[in-house]
């Protein structure tokens, strides 16, 4: 499928995150991550020994975001073929910061004990012919992940956890002020950021 | 793809605007691909104690209390500098849309304080409570040094938010910092942005420089 008829489809939209271990709401709206979606789309225990029941609960819900960045890493490696000159550098520099958030969560998840998820061995992104695409793309999983955050936040047993992932979040946003920006777009469109449509 | 110059809530010349648009773009991209220009250590302002804003809140009335004068300082620092000449119409126009903003943050948040059953503070009356959290918008001298103001100051917001996640109990309120949070983090890029400073410098914006 191409980009515009995936961006219009809101059921293929839900199944692309779902697969991905994210899981969109049936308005496009509420979403959550899937704690138990494991690699390449198995349902597999995200927890092998270790953690307590909070921090069990923590775990599952970072593994949900740590599938979401993983993706957004391939994602942003996959799409820097299609982008160019100072475009690239932004796909670069974006790329750059999912991983370090992908690390982040990583750590965290090790930290109280808990197995990170490992990245999928391929992504099924939709058709990605032009750079504009790409960044279409992009704002689109930066916002499924703005709304995938919001949704977990209060999930979140620990205070540090969620003050973390409220650094994501708004990093997130960034690069959707950004991308907006680049396709000559409002890059600041609504005062509040939920990640849904506005 | 034709790109849009938004001047819907405007009154900047248009030509002015698409001028304005053509040289932030260049100057997004020359930042991505350069690392930014550094900030004039000179102008850039003294950053309070606004990290420590929510330190001696507790409970979430009190947290949203000061969450409510915050953004109520950052309404007053935009008025001023929505109120000056330094800003070129471009500037001023998102300066105006960030202003509207800030008047939504404080408003929801006021909306929340009084569902709590808590009374709202009174609003901050100039300058003088602006310098509380930021000081130098009074003595700014050029749109730089106005806008690196600003930048403080959104950062002292982002970085309370960040903090306050800590100490929030209600769900709901977890959720609406962090949509403010985000917000206030993408008028940091469009700021960062007018003075040639790096869009994205973080990958956690906690507001930290």
């Known amino acids: 499928m191409d980009i515009d008829g995936f961006l219009r489809d809101p059921q293929s939209r839900r199944n692309f995150f779902q697969r991905a271990g994210v899981m969109v709401g049936a308005t496009g709206g509420s979403a959550m991550f899937l704690a138990a979606c494991g690699n390449d789309g198995t349902t597999t225990p995200s927890v092998v020994t270790g953690p307590d029941e909070s921090d069990q609960a923590d775990v599952e819900i970072l593994n949900g975001a740590l599938d979401l960045e993983l993706m957004a890493v391939a994602f942003y490696k996959a799409g820097a073929a299609r982008l160019r000159g100072s475009v690239l550098d932004i796909g670069k520099l974006f790329l750059e910061q999912e991983q370090e958030h992908a690390d982040g969560l990583a750590a965290a998840i090790e930290d109280v004990g808990g197995t990170a998820n490992r990245p999928k061995s391929s992504y099924d992104f939709p058709v990605l012919r032009t750079q504009a695409d790409v960044l279409r793309f992009a704002v689109d999983l930066e916002n499924t992940a703005i709304a995938a955050y919001i949704d977990a936040l209060p999930k979140l047993t620990q205070g540090d956890l969620r003050a ?28 509040f950021v939920t990640g849904k449509a506005s | 793809m034709t790109p849009r110059i938004p001047v819907a809530d405007g009154d900047a010349d248009t030509a002015e605007i698409a001028a304005y648009e053509r040289d932030r773009r260049a100057l997004l991209r020359r930042g991505f691909a350069l690392g930014g220009a550094a900030i004039a250590a000179s102008s850039v302002p003294l950053l309070l104690t606004a990290r420590d804003a929510f330190a001696k809140a507790t409970g979430d009335a009190a947290i949203l209390e000061r969450a409510i004068t915050l953004e109520q300082v950052a309404v007053v620092a935009y008025d001023t500098a929505l109120g000056g000449d330094l800003l070129s119409p471009p500037a001023l126009r998102s300066a105006r849309r960030f202003r509207g903003h800030e008047q939504q943050h404080a408003d929801t948040l006021k909306t929340a304080l009084t569902d709590l059953g808590g009374v709202p503070p009174a609003p901050p009356t100039g300058l003088a409570d602006v310098d509380k959290v930021v000081k130098g918008l009074g003595d700014v001298k050029t749109q730089a040094e106005v806008v690196n103001v600003l930048i403080e100051l959104e950062l002292a917001t982002v970085a309370a938010y960040h903090d306050a996640q800590a100490k929030l109990i209600e769900a709901r309120l977890m959720q ?12 940091l890029v469009v700021l960062r942005t007018i003075v040639g400073a790096k869009p994205v410098p973080n990958a956690f914006e906690t507001g930290t420089t």
């Open chain 2, 176 to 187: 609406s910092f962090a949509t403010i949070m985000a917000n206030e983090g993408q008028h």
């Open chain 1, 164 to 191: 973390t992932a409220s650094g994501i979040i708004t990093n997130e946003a960034e690069h959707v002020a950004v991308l907006l920006d680049t396709l000559g777009s409002d890059p600041v469109p609504a005062a």
